[in-house]
C-alpha cells in the first residue's frame, strides 16, 4: 500500500510549527535543509503539545529519516507508539513492534553504527521479552505457546543481526544487541550449541575477528563472564581450541588473548572457594602444556622464512606463562627473549620494553627485589631496556 | 542541583547472566554504557560536586567490564576496545579510585598497559585486528598516560629502598615517532584530520588528532636528557597542554575549580 505523501503544512493545518530558537547570536549555526526545518518545527509543536497521535507517528518517521541519531524524537516516536497501542500504556502492541522493526531495518541498513536505532530494537523487544521471562519464572498458565513465540521472536532478531554481521563482522553494536538477546530470553540449552558454531564459522572465515572471539568467551562462560568455567576439560578444550588457531598464524593477536585469558582466569580461580574442579596441580599442568606448545610452535616458526622473536604475540604469549609460572628459573628465561626481540624488531622494541618492565614488577611483586635483579644482570635492568630502544632509536630499521 | 539517571537492566531469568548498575545519557529511553558513565564522572569533577554519584557502584561496574584481555568493554561481556578503555580509566582517575583498582593489581595494570601498547600498528587501532584510526592516538594514548603517571607516583609512594633511587617508569611505551607521522599524515587539504589516511575530515577525528599531539609535546623531555635544551622544543607542536582525563585545556580546568568550590 502506497500512501499518500500529504504535505505537512496540511497534515498539521491546525499547529502552530515552532522554529528553533537559537538565540539572537547563534555561534555556528547549521544551514539546515528546508525540508528538515519543516519537519523538526512540526516536531516541536507536536511535541510541546505532548500530541501522541498517528500522525505524529507520521512526522517522527520523517523526521528520523532525516537524522536518525535524534534520540528525543525516537522516544517521543515510542511513546506515540504506546498510546496508539490497543494494549497497555507501557506496552507496544504486537504489530508496531514488527513495523518498527522493520523501520528499524530500512534505516539501519544505511546506518549500521547508529546507537539509537539499535536501541530501538530493544526497547521494543524489551517489554515483551522481560513480560514472558517474568511468567514462566512464576510458573505461568499460558505456557508453551507464548513460549515459543517468544524465542521464535529471539531467533528472528539473531538472525537479523547475523544479516549485518554479514556486512562487518567486528560491528560492536549488532555484538552488544546479540548478547542482550541471548541474556534476555530464556532459550533451551541448545542455544549454546548453535551460538558456539556459528562463532566457529565466523572464526573460520576470520580468524582474526576479535569479536568473534569475545563471543565466544561469553557463549563459553553462558554469559557469565567474569566466573571461570566449571570443568577442566571445558577450558582445556578451548584451550586447545585456540592453539590449534594460533598454530596456523601465530602472528595472529586473538587466539593468543584467548589462551591467556583463559589461562589467568584458570590460575586466579584455582584452589579458591567453591571451586573445587580447578585444582592448582590441573591448572600447572595445563600451563605446562601451553608452554611446550608453544616451544614447539617456535620451533615451527624457526624453519621457515619469518623470525621468530619477531613474532610478537607468540613471543608475548611465552612470556605471560613465564611470568605465571612465577618461578627464579621461569623469570630469568623470560629475559632472553626480551632482551633479543627488542634488538631485533624496533618497531615493537616499546612493546618489549613495556614486556621488561613487567617482569621487573614481577619480581618485586614475587619478593625479588631490584637489588637482587640488577646482581643478576651486572646493571639495572630497566635502563638496559630503556637504552636499547633509544640506542636503536639512531638505527636505520630497513 | 543535577542528577544523573541509573539505568539498570532488570532480573535475569536466563541462563544468561545480567549486567548491573550504569548510567545513561537521559532521563529514559537511552541505552546505557561506559560512555555515560565517563560523561556523570567528567561532569562532576568539573562541578567539584559528586553528590550525584554512588562511587563504588560506579567503580564496580567499571571492574565488570573487564574483558578477558585486560581492556575495558562498553558493557559487561563485550569486547575490550580502546574508546571504552580511556572512559574507564580515566573514570577511575576522576573519582580517585585508580589507584586502589588497577594500579595495585600488578598483573591487571601490566597486562593492560601491554594491551593498549599492542594497539599500535603505525598509527592505533582499536581492537586486536583492526584498523588504525586517528581517535584512538588520544583513546589509547591518553590511557596509557593516565595508568602510567599514577603508576609513578604509586611506586614512588611504595619505594622505600634502592638507596633513594628513584624507580621511575618510561613514560613514553609508544613508537612516538610512528604515531605522530601517522597523525598527521591525516590531516587533509581542507583542514582538520580524518580517521585514516586519505579519508574525509570530521570534528571529532580533528579534535581527537589535536588532543593527542599535545599530549605528545609532554613525552619530549623523557629519553633525550636535555643537555641540548633545543630538543624539547624543536619537536612540539604549539598547542595547549590538556587535562588527559577530561580532554580540556589546563586553564579551564582552573576556573571550574575558581567557579565551583566554595570560597
Known sequence: MVEEEVPLPILFHDVTPIPQEDGPHPVCAISYKEDFTEAMNYLRAVLRANELSARALKLTSICLKLNPANYTVWHFRRRCLQNLSSSSSTKFAPESIQSDLEFSSKLGGSNPKNYQIWYHRRALLEPTFEAEMIKQKEGGEKGKEDEDDIIQKAKEELNYINGVLENDGKNYHAWSHRQWVLRTICFPPSIYNSELDYVHKLILDDPRNNSAWNHRWFITHKGCTRKPLSSLEDVQKEITYAMQCAEVDPFNESPWRYVIGFLEECKKYSGSEGNDVMEAADVKSLINSCEQEITKMRGNLGSTEYDVDSCVHLTSAKIDILEMKGDDISLEQVSVPILKAVTIFFTKVNHFQCMSLSIHMARTWGDWNVTKANNFYGCNFEYVALFLSFYLGTFDPS | ?263
Request: hydrophobic letters at 35%; glycine letters at 6%; charged letters at 15%.
Open chain 2, 1 to 263: 542541583s543535577f542528577f544523573f539517571f541509573f539505568g539498570s537492566d532488570s532480573t535475569n531469568y536466563s541462563h544468561f547472566y545480567k549486567c548491573t548498575t550504569s548510567f545513561q545519557c537521559i532521563s529514559v529511553g537511552s541505552e546505557h554504557d561506559m560512555r555515560f558513565l565517563y560523561c556523570a564522572c567528567a561532569i562532576s569533577s568539573m562541578l567539584h560536586n559528586w553528590s550525584a554519584i554512588n562511587i563504588p557502584a560506579a567503580t564496580s561496574y567499571i571492574t565488570s567490564c573487564k574483558s578477558y584481555d585486560g581492556a575495558f568493554a562498553l558493557i559487561p561481556g563485550q569486547e575490550g576496545h580502546g574508546g571504552s578503555t580511556f572512559c574507564a580509566v580515566a573514570s577511575l582517575k576522576l573519582m580517585g579510585q585508580l589507584e586502589h583498582v588497577l594500579i595495585r593489581d600488578r598483573t591487571w595494570f601490566w597486562s593492560l598497559v601491554r594491551w593498549c601498547v599492542a594497539r599500535q600498528i603505525k598509527g592505533m587501532q582499536g581492537r586486536p585486528n583492526k584498523n588504525e584510526d586517528t581517535c584512538y592516538s588520544y583513546w589509547i594514548g591518553g590511557a596509557l598516560s593516565l595508568l602510567l603517571q599514577a603508576n609513578a607516583s604509586f611506586e614512588n609512594n611504595s619505594s622505600n629502598n634502592n638507596d633513594g633511587e628513584q624507580q621511575s617508569v618510561s613514560d613514553h611505551l609508544l613508537d612516538l615517532t610512528s604515531l605522530k607521522e601517522y597523525v598527521l599524515s591525516c590531516q587533509t587539504d581542507m583542514g582538520g584530520f580524518s580517521k585514516t589516511f586519505g579519508a574525509a575530515p570530521d570534528l571529532l577525528h580533528s579534535f581527537y588528532s589535536l588532543a593527542w599531539l599535545s599530549l605528545s609535546n609532554s613525552y619530549n623531555h623523557n629519553i633525550h636528557d636535555d643537555t641540548d635544551g633545543d630538543n624539547d622544543d624543536r619537536d612540539n607542536i604549539s598547542l595547549r597542554q590538556l587535562d588527559c582525563a577530561l580532554g580540556i585545556p589546563l586553564d579551564r580546568t582552573a576556573i571550574f575549580q575558581k567557579v565551583f568550590t566554595a570560597p
